[in-house]
């Protein structure tokens, strides 16, 4: 138990240091207001993508782990339609919250945030992609595999703060947002590659799948 965890709780430091960081450097360079703004719609996408994505993985891991243990392939067609319904459902959060931004944001906080709506589409798409990246590492759990997946990690991070340095005092926090994008691209194409990784050592049946 202790060897499968400890990835995990390294995961968590990699997150908090891509989250806490991204708020220090928008203080640095960015007016308060625009802060809480970012915040705000931050909040506004991420919650009810994380929400939604947690809900379909209590579900759907338990039968995945009775069923398919040790990842010999059996469910290669649950795990696709698994992912189709993380997308499908993370696409209607996000444009819906990127539509409504004008009429949302005033509901949850007040209108003097309003001004930056347009940021909640490269946040909603960003939090969709680093949720996708987070269901991409189940093939590793499954190997009991979960360090694999610790470079795709420290490429989200190092990413999200390269990218702030040189993109929030050009763009404001249009560019934290821009930011925010290409990161969660960066780790979804990470932990794909890392799950190629694994293919050799799969069972015949998931590598042709």
């Known amino acids: 138990m202790m060897t499968y965890a400890v990835p995990f709780v390294l995961f968590g430091l990699?997150?908090?240091v891509g989250s806490h960081g991204e708020r220090l450097i928008l203080a640095r360079w960015a007016t308060w207001s625009e802060v809480g703004s970012y915040a705000l719609m931050s909040q506004l996408v991420m919650a009810p993508n994380v929400l939604f994505v947690g809900v379909?993985?209590?579900?759907y891991f338990p039968l995945i782990f009775q069923h398919d243990p040790d990842g010999t392939g059996k469910v290669v067609r649950s795990f696709r339609f698994y992912l189709f319904l993380s997308v499908l459902g993370i696409v209607v959060i996000t444009i819906a919250a990127a539509t409504l931004g004008e009429f949302i944001i005033p509901i949850f906080s007040s209108?003097?945030?309003?001004?930056?709506?347009?940021?909640?589409?490269?946040l909603g798409i960003s939090a969709g992609l680093f949720c996708?990246?987070?269901?991409?590492?189940l093939p590793g759990l499954r190997m009991n595999k979960p360090e694999i997946y610790m470079p795709a990690k420290f490429i989200h991070s190092g990413t999200l703060l390269a990218l702030s340095f040189f993109l929030l005092p050009r763009w404001g926090i249009d560019g934290m947002g821009v930011a925010s994008l290409l990161a969660s691209a960066a780790y979804v194409c990470a932990t794909l590659l890392a799950n190629t990784w694994l293919k050799p050592t799969m069972n015949p049946a998931?590598?042709?799948a």
Do not use: D, R, T, Y
Not at 56 to 59: I, L, S
């Open 132 to 137: 996708i990246g987070q269901q991409l590492v």
């Open 206 to 208: 998931v590598s042709s």
């Open 111 to 122: 209108k003097a945030f309003l001004g930056h709506e347009h940021l909640l589409w490269f």
């Open 56 to 59: 379909v993985n209590q579900f």
């Open 14 to 16: 990699l997150g908090a």
